[in-house]
């Protein structure tokens, strides 16, 4: 018998629906706000009206896309939490109530395990998905955590930032520079031609696998703010270089920790996820790093790096085969760690 899921994602500002089959992906479809860029960062009271208008609209074109209908699905799997809990109601309140009405029972799904689990999304039968355990660097725009995932339901977090994640880390440095938000895209993109070696910022120096950012966010602006004194163009005739030996740093720290991480517990393959894992800094530093370790990397799709439903799909339809579903009186969270 197969098993058809439709996933809800909501927790920030993309509104998604994705259609699994016996976990072969049907389809995606994402539908991202533009009204924060104005702001230079999510507003949540937008985010949750925005999601109210988009999810009806996402969720029948993703079941129209699949090639479904509402009696076809098996279950509706959607992000419960951590995320902005106005945001995360819209998605948890439409699960519920299509649910009721289809008479199929909810899972709830952790969205940080969402993002591990989008290694085992398939596109089709043949594509491989990691064995367990490998190591997964999760980075994201409210996250950075090295995860040890035994299984699909056993993941250790062994470390994780004690302050700004490495997104931020992108997000505010782009915004002292001026760059539109989210800047982490265009800190990757101006890198390319900038010199990573040109600029130094401040590393931190803390023991165990967490991580920090704000360190490194204080130094970059301490920098702009100085060389603007003597050169009010600073910011222009060196974006690149800013960039670039920005991007240079936060790689360095991040590949520190995995590194201890690797070493430590002598697992043999490494797996990055959120939305930094789209930098192309990131993707090409991790390829390397599992090289010259012998390593397996397993770098996913653009697309399942930011938020998406097909990675809530995925997660639950593992839950789904575990006979893990939610009550109805579930509510959503805001925090939690995996
Ligand atoms: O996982 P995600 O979509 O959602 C949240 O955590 O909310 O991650 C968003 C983060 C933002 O900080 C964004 O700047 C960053 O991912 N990001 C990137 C790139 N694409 C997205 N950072 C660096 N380079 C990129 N290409």
């Known amino acids: 018998m197969s098993i058809?899921?439709?996933?809800?994602?909501?927790?920030?500002?993309?509104?998604?629906a994705a259609?699994?089959?016996?976990?072969?992906?049907?389809?995606?479809?994402?539908?991202?706000?533009?009204?924060?860029?104005?702001?230079?960062?999510?507003?949540p009271e937008l985010a949750s009206r925005a999601h109210q208008q988009n999810i009806l609209p996402v969720v029948s074109e993703a079941l129209r896309q699949a090639g479904v209908v509402g009696k076809d699905l098996d279950a509706i799997a959607f992000t419960r939490g951590p995320g902005l809990l106005g945001?995360?109601?819209?998605?948890?309140?439409?699960?519920?109530?299509?649910?009721?009405?289809?008479?199929?029972?909810t899972i709830d799904v952790n969205h940080l395990h969402g993002h591990v689990l989008s290694h085992f999304i398939k596109e089709s039968e043949e594509q491989e998905v990691p064995d367990f355990p490998f190591l997964c660097l999760l980075i994201s725009g409210g996250n950075s955590q090295i995860i040890l995932v035994r299984s699909p339901f056993d993941m250790e977090m062994l470390g994780s930032t004690i302050d700004d994640a490495a997104g931020e880390a992108f997000d505010k440095c782009a915004k002292?520079?001026?760059?539109p938000y989210p800047g982490g895209p265009h800190i990757d993109r101006l890198a390319t031609e900038g010199d990573p070696n040109a600029f130094k910022f401040a590393k931190p120096h803390i023991p165990g696998y967490d991580y920090s950012f704000s360190?490194?966010?204080?130094?970059?602006?301490?920098?702009?703010?100085?060389?603007?004194k003597e050169d009010p163009d600073f910011i222009e005739n060196h974006k690149a270089?800013?960039?670039?030996?920005l991007q240079k740093t936060i790689i360095d720290i991040l590949l520190d920790k995995l590194a201890m991480a690797v070493k430590e517990t002598k697992v043999n393959a490494v797996a990055i996820g959120g939305g930094v894992s789209a930098n192309s800094g990131v993707r090409a530093a991790i390829d390397e790093f599992c090289r010259r370790r012998k390593i397996k990397a397993w770098i996913p799709k653009r697309t399942f790096t930011t938020d998406?439903?097909?990675?809530?799909?995925?997660?639950?339809?593992?839950?789904y085969l575990k006979g893990e579903f939610c009550s109805l009186d579930m509510p959503p969270y805001s925090k939690v760690e995996v």
């Open 4 to 16: 058809t899921i439709l996933g809800i994602e909501s927790s920030c500002d993309d509104t998604s």
């Open 176 to 179: 002292v520079m001026g760059l």
């Open 241 to 245: 270089d800013l960039a670039a030996s």
């Open 87 to 105: 945001s995360l109601l819209v998605g948890t309140s439409f699960a519920k109530g299509m649910a009721i009405g289809l008479d199929i029972p």
């Open 215 to 228: 360190g490194l966010k204080t130094s970059f602006l301490y920098t702009v703010r100085d060389n603007l």
């Open 19 to 43: 259609v699994i089959t016996d976990g072969i992906l049907r389809s995606n479809v994402i539908a991202s706000q533009k009204v924060h860029e104005q702001f230079g960062g999510v507003v």
């Open 308 to 319: 998406n439903a097909a990675m809530v799909a995925i997660a639950g339809y593992y839950k």
